[in-house]
């Protein structure tokens, strides 16, 4: 089994910044199996939806449009932790961040069937 916790969510104005990161716990066994990685995001009253990932190699990338342009997802493999940098911030994007781990590698995924862990989920708050 894998654990995964995020941090460094928080209140902000628009056009500030905010850096994201989801630290990976477990096994040696499950970790070196890890493979892409991804955020998701829900706002109140609405469904989780995408917003980035990033392959096992970090040699492929994928966005959501409403994020592209504006955040830049990245990892650290020594580190196992995934980080998530918010740029320009807007006031649509509050919501509560959750980090998602594919427990075997099988290719960049957009959607929430594929991955296998998840975390409890950090708030970002955007005020206007």
């Known amino acids: 089994q894998v654990q995964l916790v995020e941090g460094g969510g928080g209140l902000v104005q628009a056009g500030d910044s905010l850096r994201l990161s989801c630290a990976a716990s477990?096994?040696?066994?499950?970790?070196?199996?890890?493979?892409?990685m991804g955020w998701f995001r829900q706002a109140a009253g609405k469904e989780r939806e995408f917003v980035a990932a990033?392959?096992?190699?970090?040699?492929?990338?994928y966005y959501a449009d409403s994020v592209k342009g504006r955040f830049t997802i990245s990892r650290d493999n020594a580190k196992n932790t995934v980080y998530l940098q918010l740029n320009s911030l807007e006031p649509g994007d509050t919501a509560n961040y959750y980090c998602?781990?594919?427990?075997?590698?099988?290719?960049?995924?957009?959607?929430?069937?594929?991955?296998?862990?998840w975390g409890q989920g950090t708030q970002v708050t955007v005020s206007s």
């Open positions: 990033i392959s096992w190699s970090a040699d492929s990338t």
């Open positions: 477990g096994r040696t066994f499950s970790l070196i199996r890890l493979g892409s």
């Open positions: 998602a781990a594919q427990g075997s590698r099988r290719g960049i995924d957009y959607r929430e069937e594929g991955y296998d862990y």
